[in-house]
């Protein structure tokens, strides 16, 4: 059998069926939108109607003829008074208009099944830490009432507690360390691991409250932060924690943020810098920030101890003298930093004597970085030298009034074969990557007032400068833009902030080697 051809209209004219729907939906939308106001007074008519009717067959029998009596003396004044029936349909539209206007739907009131069950969960678990048998009137028992214990809750959309206000009695012993932290522990394993956790104490109201953090964002790659001379930034941390923001700039976007400003410098409380972490935290990464804004100002000296050339991208760069990777060049190099920091603060003290300012070679900031100085405790002592951070002293204890910095990163694993000067003039702390509340105490001499988790982002931890509070930080990605690993958009942020190189890497001498005789002599 032949086949039959379809008729025009059904095979060409599909097309035409699809605009002509499109344009009466476009019509139909039209149409809507102009006569909304008409379409709103009309639905609030209904409703007003609708509320006389059930206004009317509420009313008794035997007091209906006086509420018909009242209406019709209502309507013969609004009759007999100028303007009266125009006065009354403007009041009436206007009545419809507010009653007829689309209402967002209410929010539930109190909690949902499955929040309440979460709640009671919390209830029931606190109870053998808020009660005890002598209390005539308990605040938390078995099976009793949740309400009276959590005057405030809030939950996110999959069901997790958010924040919540916890009352307990006055006899628990909110004093102690170790009864808070039992509370929090708890408090932390019934509302959600994988979360940090803010734990506020009111001793004097017997209040606990308890709020979940948003992550710290990642995605801030290294970039020119608007800061004075003097101020290096550390990372970024939550807002309301600190009195600042920074302009920051993601792609496209531009955003706000509050950093961890350090302050270095003369007037400085905390001059030099300890950061510790495991391998893959990111300390390498806060170094190279730091360094990149540090040679915007001043000189850069770089000592690596793990040999891992996490710093290849700086060597031959106007403002670093020297990146050090071997023992005989990292004592060189640190030699030159001792003896330079004798004579700033021998010139120094000159010009002031004579009454003149600093001169401006002494005024001009120097860094010094190492990475992982503690791997070379063991190569020292077995081809009998002496440990680089012997050569440390000086530029420690005196480096405030000679501008000289310090910074040094390590590992935990390695963090006692620092020296005692290391660990005694570095007041500003760093910890990155996971951490228990006993090392970050221990380390940064105070509790963090979150909950630390057991995986984290690199760059992710905690920050303290000085006697200043514990913050969160997140270090802003500066990756070696030589890692293949790395990505494109953060490698071309790196290199946009490189120095322009001024010695071929190839040929290029070491400070020290130079330095040292020069002094020496």
Same mark, same amino acid.
């Given at each position: 059998?032949?086949?039959?051809?379809?008729?025009?209209?059904?095979?060409?004219?599909?097309?035409?069926?699809?605009?002509?729907?499109?344009?009466?939906?476009?019509?139909? $939308?039209?149409a809507t939108d102009v006569l909304h106001p008409l379409i709103t007074i009309s639905r609030g008519l209904r409703r007003l109607a609708s509320a006389g009717r059930h206004k009317w067959s509420d009313t008794p029998k035997d007091k209906r003829g006086p509420l018909l009596f009242l209406a019709a003396s209502v309507i013969l004044v609004v009759v007999l008074v100028?303007?009266?029936?125009?006065?009354?349909?403007?009041?009436?539209?206007?009545?419809?208009?507010?009653?007829?206007?689309?209402?967002?739907? &209410?929010?539930?009131e109190g909690p949902d099944e499955s929040q309440t069950e979460r709640l009671k969960s919390l209830y029931e678990a606190l109870v053998p830490y808020f009660s005890t048998a002598?209390?005539?009137?308990?605040?938390?028992?078995?099976?009793?009432?949740? &309400?009276?214990?959590?005057?405030?809750?809030?939950? *996110?959309?999959?069901?997790?507690?958010?924040?919540? #206000?916890?009352?307990y009695p006055a006899y628990f012993t909110d004093g102690e360390p170790e009864a808070r932290a039992r509370i929090e522990h708890l408090l932390t394993a019934k509302s959600g691991r994988g979360r940090e956790y803010r734990f506020t104490w009111d001793e004097e109201g017997n209040q606990l409250s308890v709020s979940a953090l948003p992550p710290l964002p990642v995605d801030i790659a290294a970039q020119r932060f608007v800061t004075a001379p003097g101020e290096t930034v550390l990372g970024f941390t939550d807002p309301g924690e600190v009195q600042r923001t920074l302009p920051l700039t993601h792609g496209e976007e531009q955003r706000d943020m509050p950093p961890v400003v350090w302050r270095t410098g003369i007037r400085s409380t905390e001059p030099h810098l300890l950061v510790?972490?495991?391998?893959?935290?990111?300390?390498?990464?806060?170094?190279?920030?730091?360094?990149?804004?540090?040679l915007q100002h001043? $000189?850069?000296?770089?000592? &690596?101890?793990?040999?891992?050339?996490?710093?290849?991208?700086?060597?031959?760069? *106007?403002?670093?003298?020297?990146?050090?990777?071997?023992?005989?060049?990292?004592?060189?190099?640190?030699?030159?930093?001792?003896?330079? #920091?004798?004579?700033?603060?021998?010139?120094?003290?000159?010009a002031r004597q004579a009454g003149h300012p600093p001169p &401006? *070679?002494?005024?001009?900031?120097?860094?010094?970085?190492? $990475?992982?100085? #503690?791997?070379?405790?063991?190569?020292?002592?077995?081809?009998?030298?002496?440990?680089?951070?012997?050569?440390?002293?000086?530029?420690?204890?005196?480096?405030?009034?000679?501008?000289? #910095?310090?910074?040094?990163?390590?590992?935990? *694993?390695?963090?006692?074969?620092?020296?005692?000067?290391?660990r005694q003039h570095t007041r500003a702390r760093a910890v990155l990557g996971p951490a228990t509340a006993d090392q970050l105490t221990a380390f940064l001499g105070a509790p963090p007032q979150t909950t630390p988790l057991a995986q984290v982002p690199p760059g992710r931890g905690y920050a303290r400068l000085g006697s200043g509070p514990v913050l969160r930080l997140q270090v802003p990605a500066t990756p070696d833009p030589y890692d293949d690993a790395t990505s494109d958009a953060h490698r071309q942020a790196v290199l946009d902030l490189l120095p322009p190189r001024t010695t071929p890497a190839d040929q290029e001498e070491p400070v020290a080697t130079e330095a040292v005789p020069a002094e020496t002599a």
């Open positions: 059998m032949a086949r039959r051809p379809l008729p025009r209209i059904l095979s060409t004219g599909s097309a035409q069926i699809a605009r002509s729907r499109e344009l009466a939906r476009t019509a139909a $939308d039209s100028p303007y009266g029936p125009l006065l009354a349909a403007i009041t009436l539209m206007a009545a419809a208009a507010w009653h007829g206007r689309e209402r967002a739907p &209410e929010a539930p002598e209390d005539p009137a308990p605040l938390y028992s078995h099976g009793g009432a949740w &309400e009276s214990a959590f005057p405030a809750y809030e939950f *996110d959309s999959s069901g997790r507690v958010t924040s919540l #206000t916890v009352r510790l972490g495991q391998p893959g935290t990111g300390t390498s990464t806060l170094l190279r920030s730091i360094a990149l804004q540090a001043g $000189d850069v000296v770089i000592v &690596e101890g793990g040999g891992t050339g996490e710093y290849a991208c700086l060597i031959g760069r *106007d403002g670093v003298l020297a990146v050090e990777c071997a023992l005989a060049g990292a004592l060189a190099s640190l030699e030159w930093a001792a003896h330079e #920091t004798e004579r700033r603060l021998i010139a120094a003290n000159r &401006e *070679d002494t005024r001009r900031p120097l860094w010094i970085l190492l $990475d992982r100085p #503690t791997a070379f405790a063991h190569l020292a002592a077995t081809d009998g030298h002496k440990d680089p951070q012997s050569l440390l002293q000086v530029p420690l204890r005196h480096g405030r009034a000679a501008n000289v #910095t310090v910074v040094v990163a390590d590992q935990f *694993d390695t963090a006692d074969l620092l020296s005692d000067a290391v």
